[in-house]
Structures are given as C-alpha cells and as structure tokens.
C-alpha cells in the first residue's frame, strides 16, 4: 500500500511558477512509476505527466511540454512537479499516481494503482 500527499498548490499570475510536491509512504516507492494528472473544473482528469522508477523515461501530455518537469527524489520518497510558464488553462487540481510497473511511464489513468487527494493550482490572467 502506498499513501500519496501532494502539497505546494496555490495562486499564482500567469506566466509564474510552481513546484508541487507528492510524498509517499512506504519502502517500495522507488520500485513505482509516478505520473500527475489534473482535473479542471467540469472537464474529465487528464494526463500531465510521469516518469519510470529511475526517472530515465518521461513523457509529457503535449499541452505542458516544454514548459512541465517531472523529477524525483527516491532517498525522500517524493515525486514533483515543475510548472514554469503557467497559463490560466493550467488551472485544475492536480494529483499525483503511483503505477506498480515501475518501467514504464504512461499516461493511461487507469494503469495507476494509488491516488492523492490533489492540490490546487490557480492561474489568474
């Protein structure tokens, strides 16, 4: 079992920053594949991004490439992600998911075995 805290949402003017943060409990984290998603309000959740359990593989949905980082810290167990550039269509809650197949890095939602319970990212224009 893995327990999933994001943190580090907040408010921020367009074209700001944000870093979120997700931090997991357990001993095998290292072993998992990470991804984050967002839910805007009244549209479905949608892949951001993820990264194998090396950090070696990453893939980004296109609408955050370039401007998106995922990384992780597997000493401390956490997953973040970078947001440099944010736009007012990046608003949403955004959750952070552990894949039990640690080598991959999808974007398929229902490959993911554990959930946070989101943070808020606001972008005003």
């Known amino acids: 079992q893995v327990q999933l805290v994001e943190s580090g949402g907040g408010l921020v003017q367009a074209g700001g920053s944000l870093r979120l943060s997700c931090a997991a409990s357990?001993?095998?984290?290292?072993?998992?594949?990470m991804g984050w998603f967002r839910q805007a309000p009244g549209k479905e959740r949608e892949f951001v991004a993820a990264?194998?359990?090396?950090?070696?593989?990453?893939y980004y949905a296109d609408s955050v490439k370039g401007r998106f980082t995922i990384s992780r810290d597997n000493a401390k167990n956490t997953v973040y992600l970078q947001m440099n550039r944010l736009k007012p269509e990046d608003t949403a809650v955004y959750y952070c998911?552990?894949?039990?197949?640690?080598?991959?890095?999808?974007?398929?939602?229902?490959?993911?075995?554990?959930w946070g319970q989101g943070t808020q990212v606001t972008v005003s224009s």
């Open positions: 998911a552990a894949d039990r197949n640690g080598g991959r890095a999808t974007g398929l939602e229902y490959a993911y075995d554990y």
């Open positions: 357990g001993r095998t984290f290292s072993t998992y594949a």
């Open positions: 990264d194998s359990w090396s950090g070696a593989v990453t």
